[in-house]
Every structure is written in structure tokens, then in C-alpha cells.
């Protein structure tokens, strides 16, 4: 298996739906999770109805952040 | 500049006209969703551009949801897997050749990232180390989408002498590769 050089920095990248989130959790949305610890980069696409998230995987996951996005349609729909 | 940072993309300006109709239902859109029209109709834009004029060469209908997870879980396991054989062994390679010219482990990754983005067929997300590139999709469509999934990924890399390591459950798809 080919190493990368000791400089190599992990990359994480996710696509995760809006479908399930109320219009006014996607507002609040980029600003939420732009503030997670390790998420770099936030991006609505409102005509593709997803957010795109860079984000650096030894602070956060995909995962986790689908957890997150849950948990904030959960308390919005409350 | 750090890998998880990329240049924002060059923007133009240009106008066209449009349909009336069209706009009206731009800007109610925009509105409701709280972006400014230009931002919607660069999304719905880009969207054609890196999707849509590409599937309508291979074909592509637009069930709803619920339509789609019936028909998945009404058909036989056997016939899915062949189907998938079928459809991973050609579907990729034509889609990403028309799209980039080129097709190889990068071109099929990001179909598989446009399958997620532009058809909701999945939720996608990879983490990128030193050792390997690992990707993982997550879907509510059931067992036999994952099934679909797991022989559709076989083929498609297989044209290309690459096996992937593949796991599933009934709502996920986890892949990896070596790091190149």
C-alpha cells in the first residue's frame, strides 16, 4: 500500500439531504454547523435540496455530523 | 492552501431573458428558502450542467421515493443483482465519459458523489487518511438498494482491474480503497 508523506491531511467530505429539515432549520443550518468543531466548510444547495459539508475526520464524522442535522430538525419540528 | 479549503469557483456576469412564469416561480422559490434568486438559479444552473444534461443521455426518469423503495422491495434479490451487474458494468463508464472523457477511480467516485447530490439516491460521505479513502452511503430504500449498491460499485470498478472493500447493512454502503 502506497504512504502518503507525513504532511498528509485528512479530508472529509459529505452530501447530506435537506428533505427531512423545515425551511427555517435550512436557514439557520450554515451557521449551526459552520460552528461544530471541525467542520470547515459549509454549502446549502437549495436546488439539489442538499448540504455539502468539508470537514476535517479526526475532529467529526459524517456521522456525527447526520446526528447533528437530526437533532436539529428534531427540535424544530418540537 | 489546505486540502479542505478549494478556490471558490470563477463567476461570471450574464443575462438572458427569460419566461415570466419561469421567474415568478424563481424568486417565490428564492424567497422560501431564504437565498437570493441569482444564488438559486446558479444552483439550478450548475445542476444542469453537472448532472442533468448527462442523465437525460442515459435515459434517466425521476420516480418519487416511495415508488422507487415498492419497486426495490418488490422485486427478487437475484434479479436486482443481475440488474446491477448489468447497469455497473456500463451506466458509470458512459455517464462519466460524457462528462469528463475519462474514466477512472476519480471520475467514478464522483458519479457516485453525483448520485447522491443530484438523484438523492443516498446520502454520501468519504474520509480521506493516509491508508485508504473510505466512502459510505446511507439510504432509506432497504436491503435490496444496498444489495443494488454493493454489485452495482463491483462492476463498475471491476472495469478497471479495481475491487474495493465492501460492507452493508440494510440502510448503508460502506466502501474502501487504497490511498493512490
Redesign the interface.
Known sequence: ????SEG??????????L?TLE?ST??RLEHMLSKVPGI??VN???????V?V????TKV???G??TIMKKLGNATSH | MSPLKKAKPKSVPKSFRVDESALIAVEKEAAAQQVSSNTLVNQILIQFSEFERFAKKINTVKPSSFVFRGLLDSADSDKIIELAKTAGSSIPQAFVTAKGGRVDIDSLLDHLRTLSLYAHLYEYSENVNSQEQMVTLVHDFGLNWSIFLIHYITAMFEQLGVSPKLEMSDRSVILSLPAR
Open positions: 500500500m502506497k504512504q502518503k498528509f491531511q485528512p479530508v472529509g467530505n459529505a452530501i447530506l439531504s428533505r425551511p435550512c436557514s470547515v466548510e446549502l444547495n437549495h436546488a439539489a435540496d442538499v455539502q468539508k470537514f476535517d475526520p464524522t459524517g456521522e455530523i447526520r
